[in-house]
């Protein structure tokens, strides 16, 4: 028997939506449970330039930045990014 399983997408609302990158949302939990870029990126095999470079696209898109990063003190979800992040889980 094939199991089925559901394929969330998320993409910005108004009159020109804009569809969010599908590697966000596990690089934001990754972020929320290793608290650095570095160490979320690890599992994801994901380049640091190339997670920067994600977080900054998303930002422009939305308008504001899903992820606080503070020199020394390692990344951490922004409002928006915690938000977001709760209604992928509730949809799932």
Known sequence: MTKLVPDIGW?????????LDVRIVPL????RGRTTLRAAIAPLGMSYRGAWDLLATQARVL????????RGRGA??????????????AAR
């Open 11 to 19: 993409r910005t609302a108004g009159s020109e939506p804009a569809p």
């Open 28 to 31: 934001r939990r990754e972020i």
């Open 63 to 70: 308008g504001a930045p899903l992820v606080q990063m503070t």
């Open 76 to 89: 951490r979800l922004a409002p928006l990014g915690e938000r977001l992040l709760a209604a992928d889980d």
